[in-house]
């Protein structure tokens, strides 16, 4: 698939993200408003960061589409984080209201000895309703997001099924509650949910800082690593230094790559297309490869698998696996220990 097709894809598909959660705010708040429950509150103002963070997104989608400049060499991407960090925040304030609404509403209720809610049977139907259509867009965006390396749509999709588990949570306890009248259980779960909803914008900071401080991504490495390692031919003597940068869907990828020294340019260039293929072959278009070539020394001949070499210095010991440790964190020397 083209890039520009699976923007278009992103795009609309963070369009109908956006359009579906108005429509469950307005639902949600409605349905507040009949049954009077502290945890569909909570419900209700969580769907307001689902609006503002589903637009936010939508922008980032935009922005990180647009082609690379004089001024942005390595694209738009980061846009992305900054997209999830704003949402981070918007989540975690969102997080602090429901608890302060929980805490002053049950205050109030306790000084007048009576809490009261309406019409549970309502509420509960709703409240599953849009869970189960949030659980089924959520899925579709995690798929999308993962097939096509954007963050803003994982973070989405991710977000909407958290969403849906805490509203199954709140509707678990609606039942509970319309079972026994057990009226505490209300302000309870909503107190349960609020805390759900501030770990989820620490952990959504957490991962915008990482993003934004280009934090190694040891999930990635372990993949490009293990698909380099089968891949590699007898000239690939070694591999170190691998680094991944994510620029939003986009990845700039470097390492040092020690070829024979006896290689002119065109053999060393040769060999960097191939690498190159190879790493697109498993990430697509959107990865762009910086090798630099290092000359193979007499300390090398110890793990070069290339028995045809003529300019051997030293018999050959043992293959090196290039595991994520060998190529990303040791220097060269160290593997001849």
């Keep these: ?30 349905t507040w408003n009949i049954t009077s429950s502290l945890s569909i509150f909570s419900d209700a103002i969580e769907s307001v960061i689902n609006i503002i963070s589903g637009f936010i997104g939508l922008l980032s989608i935009y922005i990180s589409s647009l082609p690379k400049d004089r ?13 999830t960090a704003i949402e981070g925040c918007l989540i975690f304030i969102a997080g602090i209201t429901i608890f302060a609404n929980t805490f002053v509403r049950t205050q109030y209720h306790m000084h007048h000895d009576k809490i009261l809610l309406y ?15 949030n659980y089924f867009l959520g899925f579709i ?35 509970i509650l319309n079972k026994t009248k057990c009226i505490w259980i209300d302000p309870i779960i ?13 952990k959504l900071l957490q991962n915008s800082a990482a993003g934004i401080m280009d934090a190694s991504d040891k999930k990635l490495l372990q993949i490009l690593s293990s698909y380099i390692n089968q891949k590699r031919n007898i000239y ?3 591999l170190h230094h691998l680094k991944i940068i994510k620029y939003g869907s986009a990845l700039h990828v470097d390492c040092h790559l020690t070829l024979p020294w006896f290689f002119n340019i065109k053999e060393s260039n040769k060999e960097i297309e191939k690498l190159s293929k190879i790493t697109k072959n498993k990430f697509g ?15 090398h001949c110890s793990y070069c ?25 040791k220097v060269p020397y160290e593997k001849n220990k």
């Design 236 to 238: 690939w003597i070694d």
């Design 71 to 83: 001024n942005h060499p390595y694209g738009h991407g980061k846009i992305e984080f900054i997209s």
């Design 305 to 329: 698998s290339n028995i045809l070499c003529s300019v051997r210095k030293n018999i050959f010991k043992k293959k090196i696996l290039w595991t994520l440790d060998e190529i990303s964190y």
């Design 119 to 133: 019409k549970l049977n309502y509420g509960i139907l709703l409240m599953s309703i849009t869970a189960v259509i």
């Design 141 to 175: 965006a995690c798929k999308i997001g993962n097939k096509n390396g954007t963050l803003v749509l994982i973070a989405s999709g991710k977000h909407l099924k958290i969403d849906t588990y805490s509203t199954f949570v709140i509707v678990l306890g609606l039942i």
């Design 1 to 30: 698939m083209k890039s520009l097709e699976k923007v278009k894809i992103n795009f609309i598909l963070q369009k109908i993200i956006c359009f579906v959660s108005i429509i469950f705010f307005i639902v949600k708040w409605k």
């Design 285 to 299: 278009d959107r990865v762009e490869l910086s090798v630099h070539v290092d000359a193979c020394c007499k300390y």
């Design 190 to 202: 909503s107190s349960v949910f609020s805390t759900v909803v501030l770990y989820t914008g620490i």
